[in-house]
């Protein structure tokens, strides 16, 4: 499986990006996905999750309420709409697939995008 993330950019504090990542080469429509975001000089941390058929969704504490992720399986593609973006949102969001949501790795990951958020 290949994921390809796009959507970043740089942006004001209080706007709003939405990440795509599209899946070619797999049954992306079986996968768990999920978003990561790592900082300079910080490690990689989950951001949210979202189950094969979309039924259920996870977020990190610090992204409810303004992230939302959902999925288009006829389009193999996951998305990240962020919205009320703070700086400390940026940070380079990879995409990433695992077969099980119960599976503690992910199998696959994407190559990343950039978010910059000027205060």
């Known amino acids: 499986v290949q994921l390809q993330a796009s959507g970043g950019g740089l942006v004001q504090a209080g706007s709003s990006l939405r990440l795509s990542c599209t899946a070619s080469g797999g049954t992306f429509s079986t996968y768990f996905m999920g978003w990561f975001r790592q900082a300079p000089g910080k490690e990689r941390l989950f951001v949210s999750g979202?189950?094969?058929?979309?039924?259920?969704?996870y977020y990190a504490d610090s992204v409810k309420g303004r992230f939302t992720i959902s999925r288009d399986n006829a389009k193999n593609t996951v998305y990240l709409q962020m919205n009320s973006l703070k700086p400390e949102d940026a940070a380079i969001y990879y995409c990433?697939?695992?077969?099980?949501?119960?599976?503690?790795?992910?199998?696959?990951w994407g190559q990343g995008t950039q978010v910059t958020v000027s205060s």
């Open positions: 990433a697939a695992k077969r099980s949501r119960a599976d503690t790795l992910y199998d696959y």
């Open positions: 979202i189950t094969w058929n979309g039924a259920s969704t």
